[in-house]
């Protein structure tokens, strides 16, 4: 290698270089360095890029949460204060039509007035009037006279009963709430004063509706019934060798008022097939049955109460709804149909679908036993009746029945505050 020249101060001269060197990764540490120079003018500007991007996506990710969470807020506003989207308008508006209320209300004004003239009113008067035992009064062959001293009392109550059952007739979707105070408070104060007292707002802790479906007959449930606190039977339905299937207990006996027309034309107004401490709840048929409620109120000795109006216009609009969306589905055939095929005016729920509805007001726990048909079974489990009422839609009920079970479907009418309770359904 040739010798490279010194300088007079003794310090070697330094020669261009005229070869790449070939070993660049043994090269001294500061050429190494000299080529990043320049980069370091031009990371500062991207670094200050990126934290403004940065900057920028984070104020942009919370104002898309914010909107988000705002949006969650106003909709669940709208799903508290309007009816769940899964229910049909369309559907609602037609069951809060009431067909026959027009006619109902001049047959109330009608009896109000003492008019019993139509053939069928008259029946039932002249039935009301020989329980009573004053057919003898009446020698001359004349009419009894409702206004009459004989008859002055009771026609007294029979006119205060309807119209105050009258008056209270409309639409309340809040009245479910009203069911301890109306029907669980009364009963307990005659069945134990000192826990009516104390018991307040509190609810059966478990409460069996037992139908009279002829289902109950391939299923031996009798002790499951049983066990519950409360056990509501429909219509004077037999257990007199059926307890194994239905069991034997009765808290609360639920008929419709036809079946107390039947009982009142009986000696002393008895319509106690459970014995006569086992209290009934019944709901109103005809206007006219309040004759045979206002004699038989004061000869029984368990309480007999009457269904609130405002209780039963929510349930026939209940029934109508799921019925015409069933009607609708099934046949696909308009709304304005529907009347023609289900006795328009005389649609009405079952004594079953109330006394359900009744148990979800009053317990906190409700089991359905007996309701569903198969074709090998009798519709009563205890009578050889086969054809249903045409004026009913069962199937519709037990529409309503699973929506219950389901516990997570929307049912119509109801308030946004009430809870529906535990609802099972056997077979």
């Given at each position: 290698?040739?010798?490279?020249?010194?300088?007079?101060?003794?310090?070697?001269?330094?020669?261009?270089?005229?070869?790449?060197?070939?070993?660049?990764?043994?090269?001294?540490?500061?050429?190494?360095?000299?080529?990043?120079?320049?980069?370091?003018?031009?990371?500062?500007?991207?670094?200050?890029?990126?934290?403004?991007?940065?900057?920028?996506?984070?104020?942009?990710?919370?104002?898309?949460?914010?909107?988000?969470?705002?949006?969650?807020?106003?909709?669940?506003?709208?799903?508290?204060?309007?009816?769940?989207?899964?229910?049909?308008?369309?559907?609602?508006?037609?069951?809060?039509?009431?067909?026959?209320?027009?006619?109902?209300?001049?047959?109330?004004?009608?009896?109000?007035?003492?008019?019993?003239?139509?053939?069928?009113?008259?029946?039932?008067?002249?039935?009301?009037?020989?329980?009573?035992?004053?057919?003898?009064?009446?020698?001359?062959?004349l009419p009894a006279n409702l206004r009459s001293p004989l008859f002055y009392r009771y026609w007294l109550d029979f006119r205060r009963v309807l119209h105050d059952w009258s008056r209270k007739r409309r639409f309340q979707p809040g009245i479910m709430s009203e069911l301890t105070r109306s029907v669980k408070i009364p009963l307990d104060r005659y069945n134990n004063a000192a826990a009516a007292a104390g018991s307040g707002e509190k609810r059966y802790s478990s409460c069996a509706v037992v139908g009279n479906s002829g289902i109950l007959l391939n299923s031996n449930h009798g002790s499951l019934i049983d066990a519950h606190e409360v056990v509501m039977r429909l219509n004077n339905a037999r257990v007199e060798n059926?307890?194994?299937?239905?069991?034997?207990?009765?808290?609360?006996?639920?008929?419709?008022?036809?079946?107390?027309?039947?009982?009142?034309?009986?000696?002393?107004?008895?319509?106690?097939?459970?014995?006569?401490?086992?209290?009934?709840?019944?709901?109103?048929?005809?206007?006219?049955?309040?004759?045979?409620?206002?004699?038989?109120?004061?000869?029984?000795?368990?309480?007999?109460?009457?269904?609130?109006?405002?209780?039963?216009?929510?349930?026939?609009?209940?029934?109508?709804?799921?019925?015409?969306?069933?009607?609708?589905?099934?046949?696909?055939?308009?709304?304005?149909?529907?009347?023609?095929?289900?006795?328009?005016?005389?649609?009405?729920?079952?004594?079953?679908?109330?006394?359900?509805?009744?148990?979800?007001?009053?317990?906190?726990?409700?089991?359905?036993?007996?309701?569903?048909?198969?074709?090998?079974?009798?519709?009563?489990?205890?009578?050889?009746?086969?054809?249903?009422?045409?004026?009913?839609?069962?199937?519709?009920?037990?529409?309503?029945?699973?929506?219950?079970?389901?516990?997570?479907?929307?049912?119509?009418?109801?308030?946004?505050?009430?809870?529906?309770?535990?609802?099972?359904?056997?077979?």
């Amino acid at each position: 290698m040739p010798k490279v020249p010194e300088e007079k101060d003794g310090s070697e001269k330094e020669t261009p270089k005229i070869s790449i060197d070939p070993f660049p990764h043994l090269a001294s540490t500061k050429p190494y360095f000299l080529p990043w120079k320049p980069m370091k003018r031009t990371v500062r500007p991207l670094f200050v890029l990126l934290l403004l991007l940065v900057f920028i996506a984070t104020l942009t990710s919370r104002a898309v949460v914010g909107r988000r969470l705002l949006s969650i807020e106003l909709e669940t506003r709208v799903i508290n204060h309007n009816p769940p989207p899964q229910l049909n308008t369309t559907l609602l508006h037609h069951a809060a039509v009431e067909i026959g209320e027009a006619k109902l209300r001049q047959e109330i004004q009608q009896l109000l007035d003492g008019n019993f003239g139509s053939q069928a009113r008259h029946r039932t008067f002249v039935s009301w009037r020989r329980f009573i035992h004053h057919d003898v009064d009446n020698r001359n062959g004349l009419p009894a006279n409702l206004r009459s001293p004989l008859f002055y009392r009771y026609w007294l109550d029979f006119r205060r009963v309807l119209h105050d059952w009258s008056r209270k007739r409309r639409f309340q979707p809040g009245i479910m709430s009203e069911l301890t105070r109306s029907v669980k408070i009364p009963l307990d104060r005659y069945n134990n004063a000192a826990a009516a007292a104390g018991s307040g707002e509190k609810r059966y802790s478990s409460c069996a509706v037992v139908g009279n479906s002829g289902i109950l007959l391939n299923s031996n449930h009798g002790s499951l019934i049983d066990a519950h606190e409360v056990v509501m039977r429909l219509n004077n339905a037999r257990v007199e060798n059926y307890e194994y299937k239905v069991g034997k207990k009765t808290s609360i006996s639920f008929v419709n008022s036809n079946i107390l027309h039947l009982c009142a034309r009986r000696a002393g107004c008895f319509c106690h097939p459970y014995g006569p401490n086992v209290p009934i709840v019944m709901y109103i048929c005809q206007a006219m049955h309040f004759l045979d409620y206002t004699v038989c109120n004061g000869s029984h000795r368990a309480p007999l109460l009457v269904t609130d109006p405002q209780f039963d216009v929510l349930c026939a609009r209940i029934v109508k709804y799921y019925s015409l969306k069933r009607f609708v589905e099934g046949t696909g055939k308009g709304l304005e149909q529907w009347g023609s095929a289900h006795d328009g005016a005389l649609f009405h729920y079952s004594s079953g679908m109330q006394a359900v509805m009744l148990a979800l007001g009053i317990c906190d726990r409700v089991s359905i036993f007996g309701f569903g048909k198969s074709n090998s079974a009798k519709h009563h489990y205890h009578t050889n009746q086969k054809v249903e009422l045409h004026l009913h839609d069962y199937e519709a009920e037990y529409e309503f029945y699973r929506d219950l079970v389901d516990g997570n479907k929307p049912i119509p009418f109801l308030s946004d505050k009430f809870k529906i309770p535990p609802v099972v359904m056997y077979h």
